[in-house]
């Protein structure tokens, strides 16, 4: 009996101590592993540190346009901030002229950003140049735009030469405008004129909303003004006005004529003759019809701007062919790099009372 516990006792003995070695080789491998991950750890941490990945996403210039991408947010302070500062009622930015307009640099300017990533200076996001264009790509239009470029099916190379030119063609004509300068204004009627939109795709410069004023001796009926560059070569405008002359009983000779500034002015249009109430043996108030066509030509050789001029003056079924320049010239030259006063005048023999009725300068597409 005694044996036998003896024996139990000494099986529990070596039972146990199994028991603890097996905990202890258990524990020494948790730590091996344990270890083995944290080293795997600082290899990955490490690793990232190092990563090229890691590397660009915190240049400032893609930090720049991903917070773009991510306006707006309700931050408010002016405090280090992971986003842009925006108003409390978040409405879409409209882009601005100025905005597009801002002096630019290569490489470009970026913002600031603290060690977490965060702007120093929220408010003042759309400093860093890419900030702005990072924003409009959560436009609808961009994207619309951007896939109407595109074609059905990959574009082989004459496609793609096409695509290229067509719009290095758009770049080059805008340095070309650099130096005369193009409005908004402008820009938007050259669009509206390749639509044809208007009037068979013409745009009326000026009109008479009123009678003009009455002279009874050489003076000016009226004015307006022809804008710097308004005519490209090969654009044809046509101006057209209606003096009205008094009854036959009136013996004066009339002379209409197109001036630059005023009656003192160079001369871009006069009938070879002039019209006389009394000659014509007209009854009653009468309105006679002008009509006057300015061509751009090409420029001379040293750059002046020049225009064929052609024109009429009808009166019920008598006509007087018009003339141009002092010298009855067909080709008249002026500087059309500035904004140019466009007078109409009329030179009178006699005392005749004279107004002009009806006016308009359209220029044709």
Known sequence: MARTIAALNLMALIGAAGS???????NRRRAISAQEKAEDAFTMADDWMNSADRLRL??????DYLAG?????????DEPSAFATTP????????????????????????????????????????????????????AEL???????????????????????????????????????????????????????GTRGSQVLW?????????????????????ANYLAVGDTAILYFSPRLPAGSINSNFTPKVQLTDAAGQEIWRPYGPL????????????????VRITRRADDSSGGNRFAVAGSLVCGSDSVMGG?????????AFDHGIDQTIALTGVLSAVMSVKITEGKFIRET
């Open 69 to 77: 991408l991510s306006y707006p947010t309700q931050a408010s302070s």
């Open 20 to 26: 603890v070695l097996e905990d202890s080789q258990r």
């Open 58 to 63: 915190i240049d400032p210039k893609v930090r």
């Open 88 to 139: 409390s009622v978040i409405a879409r930015p409209f882009m601005t002229e100025e905005s597009a307009i801002a002096p630019t640099s290569y490489p470009p300017k970026v913002n600031l950003y603290d060690a977490y990533g965060r702007f120093v200076h929220p408010s003042e996001a759309a400093t860093g140049e890419n900030f702005l264009h990072g924003l409009v790509q959560n436009y």
């Open 324 to 332: 141009m320049g002092s010298g009855g010239l067909t080709v008249v």
């Open 143 to 197: 994207r619309a735009a951007d896939l109407g470029a595109t074609f059905e099916g990959v574009p082989n190379q004459a496609k793609l030469e096409h695509v290229f030119r067509h719009n290095r063609g758009l770049m080059d004509a805008l340095v070309d405008l650099e130096a005369a300068g193009i409005t908004l204004a402008e820009a938007k009627e050259a669009w509206l004129r390749f639509y044809g939109i």
């Open 276 to 291: 006389n109430p009394n000659s014509l043996g007209l009854a009653n108030e009468s309105s006679v019809d002008v009509k």
């Open 207 to 227: 009109r008479l909303m009123e009678d003009t004023p009455t002279i009874t001796a050489t003076g000016v009926f009226t004015t307006f003004i022809l804008p």
